[in-house]
């Protein structure tokens, strides 16, 4: 490994940091070198705040040895004000003589003008070190600026004879197939992403908070598909705890259960918002559209197996993350078909853990 893969690899594992408090702006690590020797590192604040490479320089304690130094960025430094000014301005007003960077920003408002801006003031750029490991950190980021939506995670467990649920149930609940430890991993997952999405009958047969409980994070925006308006507002989804997003048909909102008089207005007055489904559209690119346009760079699909197989059959996944259990139902809702290619495979105690991709994206 050369010298300056050592320093992005090290960008990379401190922009982690970063993840689930950054978004929709990506989790940017930054390192400054001076004589072969680490002066400070920074991660992108929470949305809002300083971006990494601000934190890097205002963490140096002696200034002057910027201008003798080498910044390491996981991302182009960006060229344009958004919630802060340009971070390549700052570089060159600290007049940091070498910069280099783990991949280019795709996002048309910097695509490579944040590197050009550093050439024309004089720095010394390099580009494209540890670039396929930059490029899969910062997937999320540039599958929302590239495809126009969300990056998609598919997740659901699944009995060891290939069940996703039970065809009955005696309560209002869910029925367990994976280990405290494993659903404890889901929770963490959670707070990593920005949203998450489930099914009207998902809501009704377990009644799910779909919060962060077992883990510290913020709760994702919770996505609730509601086709027809079937659901009242005494399910959990409807809490204060998060945000909740529904959608359904415009039909449906006219024969609505959750507040039989509620204009939408008064709908999304409560702690929702109400969005439109045309039902002669696409399911799963219509909730992409609607995702991208408010922003959110990702979300976890939880189910159930309708809702899933939706976006499996529209091609609309970037990971799915299977867990297969010991407990068999021998009947039951079948567990969703997907082709894809197995990234990596791990066992939390006697649970299974399978990771795939696209196979077109592997």
């Known amino acids: ?18 993840l689930g408090s950054t978004r929709p702006n990506p989790m940017v690590g930054a390192v400054i070198v001076h004589n ?39 991302l182009e430094p960006c060229s344009h004000y ?17 910069v280099v960077i783990g991949c280019i920003d795709d996002n048309p408002e910097v695509a490579g003008k944040g590197i050009a801006k550093l050439k024309a003031s004089g720095c010394n750029v390099t580009v494209g070190v540890l670039e396929v490991e930059c490029k899969i950190h910062h997937q999320r ?20 004879d290939g069940f996703i649920a039970p065809l009955t149930r ?8 994976t280990n405290q430890y494993s659903r404890q991993l889901v929770h963490k997952w959670r707070a990593e992403e920005q949203a998450i999405l489930v099914g009207t009958n998902t809501v009704i047969e377990d009644n799910p908070s779909l919060t962060v409980r077992d883990w510290t994070g913020e709760n994702p925006i919770r996505v609730v598909l509601d086709k ?72 976890i699909i939880e189910g159930g197996a309708k809702t899933l197989q939706t976006f499996i059959d529209e091609g609309l996944w970037d990971e799915a993350r299977i867990f297969i259990g010991k407990p068999e139902f021998y009947e039951g809702i079948k567990a969703p078909k997907i ?23 592997s």
């Not at 400070?40 to 300083?50: A, D, I, K, V």
């Not at 958004?82 to 070498?98: M, V, Y």
């Not at 980021?141 to 060891?160: C, D, G, M």
């Not at 039909?251 to 489904?277: C, H």
Request: contains cysteine; charged residues 20%.
């Open 1 to 18: 490994m050369t010298t300056h893969e050592t320093y992005i690899k090290r960008c990379l594992q401190i922009a982690k940091n970063g």
């Open 36 to 74: 072969n020797k680490i002066i400070s590192e920074g991660f992108t604040s929470t949305y809002g705040g300083n971006h990494a490479e601000v934190n890097a320089i205002n963490a140096v304690e002696d200034q002057s040895l910027l201008t003798k130094s080498t910044i390491y960025v996981t």
């Open 82 to 98: 958004g919630k802060t000014p340009p971070c390549s301005d700052l570089i060159i007003r600290h007049q940091i003589p070498n």
């Open 141 to 160: 980021f540039f599958t929302f600026h590239n495809k126009k939506r969300p990056y998609i995670i598919l997740k659901w467990a699944e009995t060891a």
């Open 170 to 177: 005696d309560e209002q609940q869910p029925v367990w197939i």
């Open 228 to 299: 027809y308006m079937k659901l009242g507002e005494n399910y959990n989804v409807f809490d204060d705890e998060a945000e909740t997003v529904v959608i359904s048909s415009t039909l449906g909102a006219r024969s609505s259960k959750f507040k039989k008089e509620s204009t939408k207005q008064e709908i999304n007055s409560l702690n929702i918002e109400y969005i439109d489904w045309n039902l002669k559209t696409a399911i799963a690119k219509q909730i992409c559209d609607t995702l991208y346009h408010r922003n959110i760079n990702s979300i």
């Open 339 to 361: 082709v894809g290619h197995l990234i990596s495979e791990h066992h939390i105690l006697n649970d299974q853990l399978k990771i795939y991709k696209p196979k077109h994206l």
